[in-house]
C-alpha cells in the first residue's frame, strides 16, 4: 500500500455496510470489464477507481479488490477514503461528504508517503550514481595515445 487516508466521521445510517457492499461489488466490474477507470454512484455512495494503463483487467480488478479489502478492515465505517496501491487508485464518499475535506490521514497512511517519497529519492540518487559511475568508466576506457 502506497498511501490510505480515511475519514473521521463515522457512518450511522443502518443501510451504510449494505449500500457499501453493492457499491464496491459494482465498482469491482466495472473495473474488470472496462478500460480500467470507473466512476459510479450507488444510493448515496459514490465511487471511483483507477488502475494503472498496463495492467489487464484481471490484474485491474484484483488491485481493486485488494483496496476494497483494505478499506473493509482499516476504514470500516468511515463516510469517505482513498487506497493508493502500486496499480490502482479506490476512492469512495458516503452522502454530501467531500473525500478531500473529511479525511483524516489514517494509520499507516505517512508510512506510505514517506515510503514513496524514499522510492522517488533513491532512484534519482541512483541515476546520479549511475551517470557517476558511467563518466568514469567512459574516462578510464579511453586510450593514452594523446601522450605520444
Request: hydrophobic share 35%; glycine share 12%.
Amino acid at each position: 500500500m502506497l498511501h490510505k487516508v480515511c475519514s473521521k466521521k463515522m457512518a450511522k445510517s443502518p443501510s451504510f455496510s449494505e449500500e457499501m457492499s453493492y457499491a464496491f461489488g459494482e465498482i469491482e466490474s466495472c473495473g474488470m470489464n472496462g478500460n480500467g477507470f470507473c466512476d459510479l454512484s450507488y444510493g448515496k455512495f459514490h465511487v471511483m477507481s483507477q488502475c494503472v494503463g498496463n495492467l489487464r483487467s484481471c490484474d485491474c480488478g484484483e488491485c481493486v479488490n485488494k483496496a476494497m479489502q483494505i478499506v473493509h478492515d482499516e476504514c470500516s465505517y468511515s463516510l469517505a477514503g482513498e487506497i493508493y496501491l502500486d496499480g490502482c487508485y479506490l476512492s469512495y464518499s458516503y452522502g454530501k461528504n467531500k473525500i478531500s475535506s473529511d479525511l483524516d490521514e489514517g494509520k499507516g497512511s505517512k508510512e506510505g508517503t514517506q515510503k514513496l517519497a524514499a522510492i522517488v529519492v533513491g532512484g534519482i540518487v541512483a541515476a546520479i550514481l549511475l551517470g557517476v559511475v558511467y563518466y568514469f568508466m567512459k574516462s578510464w576506457g579511453k586510450k593514452d595515445d594523446d601522450y605520444w
